[in-house]
């Protein structure tokens, strides 16, 4: 049954966000409630499929809906022009028109995929979000952000193009890797410290009810991290001002990833470059001790790491220094005035290696 609704208003762009506990089989009602059309492609990697494929398929042929299977390999190497280019020759061949309606079933991977061929095939055709991760549940499925990689870049060719509607089912995360699992309690860690409660309270007293991937738990912080998420689309869609907000401990994050060669999930990248905004915010005598206490807690609570190890402060700034967000000489970073008021800002260099070398001297 769903059980919750998350409202994203973006003028005629808005759209719902359903979440609930086993609803796929009840996926083809609200498709019908939305579109006229009668054809879908469903565009997913085998893993998700052998999961989840027959209970959405099953819904979709329940409401006499023809549907069209598109399998994309599994891993970050389908967000590819060259795997977008295979998806729109499936589509195509099997004479996909403008309202037709593409179903993307899976995590982020998937969904920024689909999205991206969605808002590009036949210059945009409607789409939806089903994602099957926790990430995708609470980041990449909302707000429209749509992209392949380049080769010399991440997300570099992209789009904003809003889902039609989002749909969660949160019973699919049991079958989700433990590690896939924590990479995606990091980003609900993210709104946590910069929303504050109710989140903050409920993954410290409920932290063994979402281990346990209780459903109504699931469900509960599934919307709220989405409600959240939503705000801040809402006021900047496009990504020019608050937006920045949701990159809260990924300036350090990615260069860990890099640093690292992807050692570190990006995940648990975000989670040590929480703690590290925290320090900086301390140091910079905008919050106290407690609160980097607090993300040490919450973070290894999770099973994430709360520091690096193999990569050092002067590696670490070399590779943030390429960092495309860097302006003047300065580098960005979104830090706390408080649990729930996150800031950006620009730190200068020296400030920057000082505080790093003694966050990664501490234990
Ligand atoms: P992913 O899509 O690669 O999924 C992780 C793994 O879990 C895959 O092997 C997948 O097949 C498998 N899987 C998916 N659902 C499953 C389930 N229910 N049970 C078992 N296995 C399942 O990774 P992800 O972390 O979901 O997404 C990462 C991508 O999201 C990155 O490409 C990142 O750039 C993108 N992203 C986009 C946004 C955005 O706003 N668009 C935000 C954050 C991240
Ligand atoms: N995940 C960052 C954003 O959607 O802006």
Redesign the pocket.
Known sequence: MIKQVVEISLGERSYPIYIGDNILHGFVDKFKDKFNAVKAAVIT?S??WD??GGRLTESLTAGAIDYELILVP???K??SLSVAGQVYGGLIKKGFERKDVIVAL???????LA?FVAATYERGVPFVQV??????QV?????????V?HELG??MIGAFYQPAFVYIDVS??????GK?FA??MA?VIKYAFIKGEPLLGLIQEKKRAILGKETGVLSEMVRICCSIKGEIVEKDERDAGVRAY?NYGHTLGHAIESTTRYDYS??QAVAVGMVFAARLSQRLGMVGEDVVELHKRVISAYGLPVTVSGAGAVELVQVMERDKKRTGGEHVFVLLDGVGNPVVKNIDEDTLVSVLSEFLREV
């Open positions: 990697n893993t998700v999961l989840y599994d891993g970050e389908a967000k899976g995590g982020g991977v998937v969904g920024d999205g994602p099957t991760t926790l990430l995708a980041d990449s499925s909302v707000g429209g952000k749509v992209a990689n991440k997300n699919t995360l049991n079958t989700l890797p896939e990479g995606g980003e949701l990006h995940g």
